[in-house]
């Protein structure tokens, strides 16, 4: 194998780094898909990672094989990279694929589980992959129905690779690049291909599992105000960032968009809660509980065995609601 060069890499690096163009060439094919699969880590991390370029030459050009007893140490930057992609495959996921029967069983773990495993492997670290979708189909069920099943399935999975992590045997590959290639496409398109059905055949559903989404991120932080309050800060940093330089730029104003379009379905939501419960918005939960015990008796399927169907659905809707308004509505203080 040749050896690689690092003004080729840089120069890979610029041209084509948020398609992993560089790391095709170092040998290093999960970090390829991984930028491939996120346009460079959102940008981001293309742009971080032209420090690390002549360590990656060094490494590539390192081609024996190393045993190692003892596994890699623990890397935060790592374990928060595989949670990052965890619930970005699993939102495609969710989008895309969400229709399909058992996609709470099968679909969404399996996509969680990938995208963690994909991160565990980067670099010359690996972990077992049998290991991380199991964790995944067992953490599944207990969400069922949910789409903030999202979390906790990332939550074990990334937990489950940590600590199944280790050293690759080789850095190199003696793999024909055209094989390689082969290979990346086809995880490429099974990726981007059921994403790309729904958005331009479905738009219609996509928003609205978009929404399910969100408005679900939503409910399970408001469980957790600061945790969601230290979420929505680190993502708007950027545009605080540009902020206090002073600048402008439309592309930042276009966060506020985005999080005026969060709140606004969360605000949505709350609002036909109080709808379905039929209680004014500053109820107490003394006065949501009244309300929700009422509606529970009014429309539990047993006693409305002559409109079953429509009681179904009305006692959902009312469970629902419940649950919603008693999250954001905090007791008062003895």
Same mark, same amino acid.
């Given at each position: 194998?040749?050896?690689?060069?690092?003004?080729?890499? /840089?120069?890979?690096?610029?041209?084509?780094?948020?398609?992993g163009l560089h790391h095709l060439y170092l040998g290093r094919d999960n970090h390829a898909l991984l930028w491939m699969l996120?346009?460079?880590?959102?940008?981001?991390?293309w742009l971080w990672e032209l420090w690390l370029l002549p360590g990656w030459v060094v490494q590539a050009n390192n081609t024996l094989e190393t045993h190692r007893d003892r596994p890699p140490p623990l890397?935060? @930057?790592?374990?928060?990279? +595989?949670?990052?992609?965890?619930?970005?495959?699993?939102?495609?996921? %969710? /989008?895309?694929?969400?229709?399909?029967?058992?996609?709470? %069983?099968?679909?969404?773990p399996l996509a969680v589980g990938l995208g963690v495993h994909l991160v565990s492997g980067v670099g010359n670290q690996a972990s077992d992959l049998q290991a991380t979708l199991m964790a995944a189909f067992i953490t599944a069920p207990?969400?069922?129905?949910?789409?903030?099943?999202? %979390?906790?399935?990332?939550?074990?999975?990334?937990?489950?690779?940590q600590r199944r992590r280790r050293y690759k045997a080789s850095r190199g590959t003696s793999e024909k690049l055209s094989a390689r290639l082969y290979r990346l496409g086809l995880a490429y398109l099974a990726f981007t291909t059921p994403l790309a059905y729904c958005a331009f055949y479905n738009t219609a559903a996509t928003v609205n599992y978009v929404a399910s989404a969100i408005g679900a991120t939503l409910d399970w932080l408001s469980v957790f105000p600061s945790l969601g309050s230290a979420l929505e800060s680190v993502l708007l940093l950027p545009y605080h960032a540009w902020r206090m330089l002073g600048l402008s730029g439309s592309y930042f104003q276009e966060w506020e968009k985005? %999080?005026?379009? @969060? *709140?606004? /379905? +969360?605000? #949505?939501? +709350?609002?036909?809660?109080?709808?379905v419960l039929g209680i004014h918005d500053d109820a107490t939960r003394e006065e949501i509980s009244k309300?929700?015990?009422? =509606? @529970?008796?009014?429309? *539990?399927?047993? *006693?409305? +065995? *002559?409109?079953?169907? #429509?009681? #179904?659905?009305?006692? /959902?809707?009312? =469970?629902?609601?419940? #649950?919603?308004?008693m999250q954001t509505r905090k007791p008062k203080p003895a």
């Open positions: 194998m040749m050896a690689k060069r690092l003004l080729v890499t /840089i120069a890979l690096w610029a041209l084509g780094g948020p398609a996120t346009m460079g880590g959102f940008g981001i991390g890397s935060p @930057v790592r374990f928060l990279g +595989q949670a990052l992609v965890g619930i970005y495959f699993g939102l495609v996921a %969710f /989008i895309g694929l969400s229709t399909l029967p058992g996609f709470y %069983f099968v679909a969404l207990i969400f069922y129905g949910r789409p903030v099943a999202i %979390f906790p399935i990332t939550l074990t999975t990334s937990v489950t690779a985005v %999080f005026a379009f @969060v *709140h606004s /379905i +969360q605000s #949505e939501r +709350q609002r036909m809660a109080f709808k309300s929700y015990r009422e =509606q @529970v008796k009014l429309w *539990h399927p047993d *006693h409305n +065995q *002559h409109r079953a169907e #429509e009681a #179904e659905r009305r006692f /959902i809707e009312v =469970q629902a609601a419940y #649950e919603l308004l």
